[in-house]
């Protein structure tokens, strides 16, 4: 089998095909990834290697369609068919020859995740289960391609059978969806055949064991049919008979037997057996917290998915199938809307996109929308950017809404110029189950009964004094405020009113950092601070938070009434300069002087205060006008968003236990243009060039010799 394996790679490279193969793979791959990394800035190779799979359908069969034929057009198969060496290890041979020179340019993309690593947070774990997923697709395209040679003795015939069978296969999902777009028995029994499905499962960040079954055993089972194809021919030379042939057919039907119930048993295997998240802030996999807030359901729930099975998402399916395994209460079930399409009126007044879930409890439902799934980073109004997955945070957030009797009530303040808050804060809100709504203080001749929290969000117009007594008079009777001053220049005298009932004002200057490590990039007053621990940080207390145009807090912890407790403190190399907002932008001079004020500074702080029948009014001021916004929060991904809800949590006493913040997918990478293109022009021209050239030369002497 050696021998035979070394002649054929040597047969490749002495030829021109096997230099075409490579500098063909190069081009394709170089233009992808020109394109999804260098330019796009994706941080894996998922996309590239999908994109060179549509090459494969043509590749493959060039490659295969010589390995038996060309010996059966020869008449040189009449050695392999009287040699002493087996069929199996003469098969074995040339196919392992073909997986060599098809494995070329997989090794040299394999090398790419290594050396961008250094460049930046690369997705390792998705880029090398792609590139698995790759290679076997390959294997087991190489093995159909030899079984196909072996049935004829021209080349272009077994290069069309097997071009034909790999095309169908990889376009085999869009013929079921022009088939029906509901899905029956037919779509279900093509959708065995869907070749190309199994790498895409591959290559969303999951190591899909389905799918690695489905290559391996289908590439033996086409190695099984190709040893089968050459011995009935041998058979046929040394005078077999019909029992021969009954027993070749017999064999062929106990492997696809075989092949079939090996994939069945794969596709059943638990949940949590069969896909392995690979993602490196583990997308896919259900949290701690997530597991043993599912283990104490004692209700069943029913989610519905509105959405055809065979066109799910992949992504919400396996999340909702590892739910479904922790839990006999929960049960799932695909809801067909064009089957079904007034299903959702029972439990919404307009219809949901494809693929949101209703999750129904005993006492009530609710809709998330399958846009709610996923984060989004708007460039404009046809183009955005995913940038998270939120599917086990809004299913828990579901999950605990339907089981909880009661919600508490949180209410905005409007009507001041106030800095509104943003999707991912507002969806904070909604997971943990708060009712939000906003106040114009103006309309009501009270705060409403019913709030256990207020949110005063940076107003730029000052309050009236009427506003203000409103405020004071429901933190009179135990209400709760979270509070944030905006950074300016007006006056807000009554606005301050507030702040001063629970003793707080706020310095004038803006604070800056001398160690470098204290703040983001060059720029030393967008700030990293210290993170006290609180019952209201507790879920970032080791972590960090962003907070840019901090300032600083002042408050006289001697006052008997009030109880102070920092939250987010600034280090003793921080200072105060006085600015006005708009002399910031063109400061380049940040070097501390004499006048300027000495850290450390209080930037949060909770107050607690005795009011009335000896109740607690507790008030949270953060002195960061944009510490709540998605700006902020995608520099320190997901933890500015944990701190507001751990904050809003606390204050209105919330009764759930279990919050899962978004799960943000790696940021894009970043090159110049000069880059890319030095990159783009060393993959995509030089290098396929280069082994053109290679190639011709090669073959051209060889032809002389």
Not at 199 to 213: E, I, N, Q, R
Not at 632 to 639: Q, T
């Amino acid at each position: 089998m050696a021998a035979i394996y070394k002649r054929e790679v040597r047969a490749f490279f002495h030829s021109f095909i096997g230099w075409l193969y490579l500098a063909a793979m190069f081009l394709m791959m170089g233009i992808y990834f020109t394109y999804f990394v260098m330019l796009y800035g994706e941080p894996n190779i998922a996309y590239v290697l999908q994109g060179s799979l549509f090459l494969l359908q043509f590749a493959v069969p060039i490659l295969t369609m010589r390995s038996l034929a060309e010996e059966r057009k020869q008449k040189t198969d009449q050695l392999i068919l009287t040699a002493p060496v087996s069929v199996l290890k003469i098969v074995l041979g040339k196919y392992l020859a073909l997986l060599t020179v098809y494995a070329v340019p997989a090794v040299v993309v394999g090398i790419v995740p290594l050396v961008l690593s250094f460049f930046g947070e690369f997705q390792m774990g998705v880029s090398y289960t792609a590139l698995l997923g790759f290679f076997l697709y390959g294997a087991f395209a190489l093995a159909a391609g030899v079984f196909f040679s072996s049935l004829t003795e021209s080349p272009i015939i077994a290069a069309i059978l097997t071009f034909v069978v790999l095309f169908l296969g990889y376009l085999m999902a869009g013929i079921c969806s022009m088939i029906s777009q509901t899905g029956n028995f037919l779509t279900r029994l093509l959708g065995i055949f869907d070749m190309a499905g199994r790498f895409d499962a591959m290559a969303d960040g999951s190591l899909y064991v389905p799918s690695v079954v489905y290559y391996i055993s289908l590439a033996i089972f086409f190695l099984f049919c190709t040893v089968q194809s050459i011995q009935k021919r041998r058979y046929s030379v040394s005078g077999g008979g019909l029992k021969n042939s009954a027993y070749r057919i017999g064999l062929f039907f106990v492997a696809v037997e075989l092949t079939v119930a090996v994939n069945i048993l794969a596709e059943k295997m638990p949940e949590n057996m069969r896909s392995l998240d690979v993602t490196s802030n583990k997308m896919y996999t259900l949290t701690d917290e997530t597991k043993a807030f599912v283990a104490e359901l004692s209700d069943d729930i029913h989610i519905y998915v509105m959405a055809n099975e065979e066109y799910k998402d992949e992504n919400l399916d396996k999340t909702l199938r590892k739910l479904e395994a922790l839990s006999k209460h929960i049960t799932v079930t695909y809801v067909d809307p064009l089957l079904n399409p007034q299903f959702y009126s029972n439990y919404a007044e307009t219809e949901p996109s494809s693929n949101s879930l209703i999750v129904v409890g005993p006492a009530r439902s609710r809709v998330i929308d399958y846009y709610n799934i996923y984060g989004y980073d708007y460039y404009s109004y046809y183009e955005y950017q995913i940038t998270g997955y939120d599917g086990e945070g809004q299913i828990v957030a579901a999950l605990d809404y339907v089981t909880t009797d009661t919600m508490p009530k949180l209410y905005v303040v409007g009507g001041h110029n106030e800095l509104e808050l943003e999707g991912q804060f507002i969806q904070t809100i909604q997971k943990k189950n708060i009712d939000c709504e906003p106040l114009l203080l103006l309309s009501v001749d009270e705060v409403p009964e019913d709030a256990q929290a207020l949110i005063l969000n940076a107003p730029l117009n000052d309050y009236s004094e009427d506003d203000v007594d409103k405020i004071i008079a429901y933190l009179e009777k135990g209400g709760n405020a979270v509070i944030i001053p905006a950074w300016t220049d007006t006056e807000l005298p009554n606005f301050e009113r507030i702040l001063d009932y629970y003793g707080v004002s706020v310095t004038e200057g803006i604070i800056l950092e001398e160690d470098a490590d204290s703040y983001y990039g060059q720029i030393p007053y967008l700030l990293f601070p210290q993170v006290v621990y609180d019952e209201m940080t507790e879920s970032v207390a080791d972590s960090v938070v962003f907070v840019p145009y901090a300032q600083g807090l002042l408050y006289d912890e001697a006052v008997q009434d009030i109880l102070y407790a920092p939250l987010l403190l600034t280090k003793e190399t921080s200072y105060s300069k006085t600015y006005q907002p708009e002399e910031l932008e063109i400061e380049t001079d940040f070097n501390k002087t004499d006048n300027d004020q000495e850290g450390p500074f209080v930037i949060a702080v909770r107050a607690k205060k005795t009011v009335e029948n000896n109740e607690i009014s507790n008030g949270v001021v953060v002195a960061v006008e944009f510490f709540f916004t998605e700006d902020a929060d995608s520099i320190v991904p997901g933890n500015n968003v944990r701190a507001f809800g751990n904050i809003i949590g606390t204050l209105v006493e919330q009764k759930s236990t279990i919050f899962i913040p978004m799960k943000l997918y790696t940021a894009m990478m970043t090159f110049s243009t000069r880059t890319a293109a030095i990159v783009g022009l060393l993959s995509v021209v030089i290098l396929p060039l280069c082994l053109l050239v290679i190639g011709f030369i090669i073959w051209f002497r060889r032809r002389r010799g």
